[in-house]
DNA sequence: CCTCGACCACCAGAACTCTCATGGCGTGGA
DNA sequence: TCCACGCCATGAGAGTTCTGGTGGTCGAGG
């Protein structure tokens, strides 16, 4: 698999290219936006991480730009580190998936395989519950028009449910996929429902986090 | 790979099960330490993942049993949650590597495959510098013959330091690989440097842990 | 020698995660 | 119906991790 990684911090640079090829990988760097754009048009990549914040030309008009000559490489796109580009933008300019730094080597991987096993230009997923919706690539989570923060642990356990939404899910279940671990006392899954239901169910009356006794718990498609 | 799994509770058991054949392996179960001892004896397996605390005759037990009968097939125990038996002692019976738990599930693969990919029989390794030393698996470091208690941050840091003792270590590279995560503040290095040094260093009149003004940390084999 | 900028150390505090203990509630059996 | 038991909810609190700010130190250059 080719990768095309338009990145100017050399050190981030080095550090993507390293890992990637760890991965398997084959990656060309491009370091501004003006070099990106040419060896994305004749480069024949499977995938390009684009960095947003570029000397000489934007990831924002790479991208743009790429998209008006009718090429859908799938493009991964790096947030900038400040909110000065929105990344929503981004996605209406035919990126297909982003992340916003600093983000994780694994998550950033993970990504990228989603990205080469599906058709190119598809919108990342949000996934949703009623009226409850979760983006994972901007991490943001909302119940209606409202948004709700959550921490790293909730936002996983709610991400975790949603992505299973309607189905009975069993604690083990969930200290397997959010916690990664055999064997830790269940009470944290508990604790963590409590903290979910706390904020995207109770300040709306609603009560779409359900317990299912002895088995599990179930978050409801129909916004409880 | 065929891997031989014995362990009682139903659960653990189908988690396991279920985790490594998602890895690629061909899963044995054994729920008792006869049936187990039994199989690992006929069924030719690339390694044995052996619980501790098992009904009718302990992985203790069974591990000893087949050294005795020179049987050197890898074998990865997993401690009890209570310290009734002394992994140490485990190792002194011939096993070949030892998870405590609760253990994560990548770590589980990851030891696994460390198994594997070694000669058989040989003990894991006991990280060194100078008088310190570090037990992965064990999780556990001592200065001379005194325990030095970290926290998991810590203890993941000095790890990585101590695989690369008498290197210089970027902060980048720290970050990436203790961290995994690019574009972090590099300041948390700093500061986790900082705490290490008063737990392995300042206590002993040492200082192992030394800044590489502009390039990063080294940690010195000779102790500093 | 002094200044300046970059890099690093470290304190303080906030946020997050997890453990423990207690009490409520449902379910099944007497 | 009432009780007993197991499952779950929740408050409290401790430990850990991370962020931001401040000040020190080193090296280069005037």
Chains 1, 2 share one sequence.
């Not at 936002?155 to 279940?173: G, I, N, P």
Request: proline fraction near 4%; hydrophobic fraction near 40%; charge should be negative.
């Amino acid at each position: 698999m080719r990768v095309l990684v338009v990145e100017d911090e050399r050190r981030m640079a080095a550090a993507l290219q390293r890992g990637l090829q760890a991965e398997g990988f084959a990656v060309d760097l491009a370091h501004d936006g003006e070099q990106g754009l040419h060896m994305a048009r004749v480069g024949d990549y499977d995938v390009v991480v684009l960095d947003i914040m570029l000397p000489r030309l934007s990831g924002y008009n790479v991208c743009k730009q790429l998209r008006a000559e009718e090429n859908w490489v799938p493009i991964l796109m790096l947030s900038a580190k400040d909110g000065e580009y929105d990344m929503a933008d981004g996605l209406d300019l035919g990126a297909d998936d982003y992340l916003t730094k600093p983000f994780s080597y694994v998550v950033l991987v993970a990504r990228l395989r989603a990205l080469l096993r599906r058709d190119a230009g598809r919108r990342p997923a949000v996934l949703s519950a009623g009226d409850l919706t979760l983006d994972p690539a901007r991490r943001r989570v909302q119940r209606g028009e409202e948004p709700v923060e959550l921490t790293p642990r909730e936002f996983a356990l709610l991400e975790y449910l949603m992505r299973r939404h309607d189905e009975v899910v069993s604690k083990s279940e969930i200290l397997e996929h959010v916690w990664d671990t055999f064997d830790t006392d269940p009470n944290v899954v508990e604790v963590y429902v409590g903290y979910l239901r706390r904020k995207i169910d109770a300040p709306f009356g609603r009560g779409a986090l359900q317990t299912v006794r002895g088995a599990g718990y179930r978050l409801a498609g129909d916004g409880g």
